[in-house]
Antibody, heavy 119, light 107 residues
Framework: EVQLLESGGGLVQPGGSLRLSCAAS????????MSWVRQAPGKGLEWVSALSGNGDSTYYADSVKGRSAISRDNSKNTLYLQMNSLRAEDTAMYYC????????????WGQGTMVTVSS | DIQMTQSPSSVSASVGDRVTITCRASQGISSWLAWYQQKPGKAPKLLIH???SLQSGVPSRFSGSGYGTDFTLTISSLQPEDFATYYC?????????FGGGTKVEIK
C-alpha cells in the first residue's frame, strides 16, 4: 500500500524554524516527483514547493521562496521541507504529496502535519 | 501565475441530483488539470487527472471534461458520501495553483 507519513510539525514562535519530514512507502520513491501543499485553518489548498524525483529541480511558491528548502533522501525514502523565518501566515496543515505520472498532479496525499506559528 | 476560478463556491443539492462544478484557468493549460475531493479533517483525494481521466477506484458517477481554459467536474447522481469540498488544480506551469474550492452541501 502506498503511504506518506508526515512529521515535524508543532508550535513555533515567529521567526523560528522547523523541518518537516515525509516518510514514503509502497512505491519506488526515487521515481516520483514530490510536493508540499498546505491548508490554513478553514481555507483552501495552497501549493508550497515541489521537487523532481532525482532532486535536481526544485520549485517554490513566492510566499515561501527564500525562507524554505525542499529536499529528499532517496536512500531513506524521505522528503523534507526546511522552513525558516516562520510567520503567523505560515500556520497551516502541511501535506506531503506524490506526483501522479510526471505531470505534477497529486495522486497520493499524506495525512498532514500541523504547523502553528504563534508567540 | 495562472489563476484558477471555481464556480459556484457552494452548492446545495439532494441525493440523486446531477451536480456540475466549473473551473476556469486565466490562461490555457492544455489538459493539465486535476480534481480533488476533501472531506472535513481529511486529506484531499484525487478524483480526476489530466482533465478527464478517472483515477483508479473512483466511482464512475464522477467525470471530468474540458481543455484549454474551461473545465467541468460532473457528479451524475449525488450520493451521501459525496458531500464534501472539491478543488481543481492546474499543473501546466509553476507555481502550481488550486481553485478556491466548491462546497457541496445537503439540501
Amino acid at each position: 500500500e502506498v503511504q506518506l507519513l508526515e512529521s515535524g510539525g508543532g508550535l513555533v514562535q515567529p521567526g523560528g524554524s522547523l523541518r518537516l519530514s515525509c516518510a514514503a512507502s509502497g512505491f519506488t520513491f526515487s521515481s516520483y516527483a514530490m510536493s508540499w501543499v498546505r491548508q490554513a485553518p478553514g481555507k483552501g489548498l495552497e501549493w508550497v514547493s515541489a521537487l523532481s524525483g532525482n532532486g535536481d529541480s526544485t520549485y517554490y511558491a513566492d510566499s515561501v521562496k527564500g525562507r524554505s528548502a525542499i529536499s529528499r533522501d532517496n536512500s531513506k525514502n524521505t522528503l523534507y521541507l526546511q522552513m525558516n523565518s516562520l510567520r503567523a501566515e505560515d500556520t497551516a496543515m502541511y501535506y506531503c504529496a506524490k506526483d501522479n505520472k510526471d505531470n505534477w498532479l497529486v495522486d497520493i496525499w499524506g495525512q498532514g502535519t500541523m504547523v502553528t506559528v504563534s508567540s | 501565475d495562472i489563476q484558477m476560478t471555481q464556480s459556484p463556491s457552494s452548492v446545495s443539492a439532494s441525493v440523486g441530483d446531477r451536480v456540475t462544478i466549473t473551473c476556469r484557468a486565466s490562461q490555457g493549460i492544455s489538459s493539465w488539470l486535476a480534481w480533488y475531493q476533501q472531506k472535513p479533517g481529511k486529506a484531499p483525494k484525487l478524483l480526476i487527472h489530466t482533465a478527464s481521466s478517472l483515477q483508479s477506484g473512483v466511482p464512475s458517477r464522477f467525470s471530468g471534461s474540458g481543455y484549454g481554459t474551461d473545465f467541468t467536474l460532473t457528479i451524475s447522481s449525488l450520493q451521501p458520501e459525496d458531500f464534501a469540498t472539491y478543488y481543481c488544480q492546474q499543473a501546466n506551469s509553476f507555481p502550481l495553483t488550486f481553485g478556491g474550492g466548491t462546497k457541496v452541501e445537503i439540501k
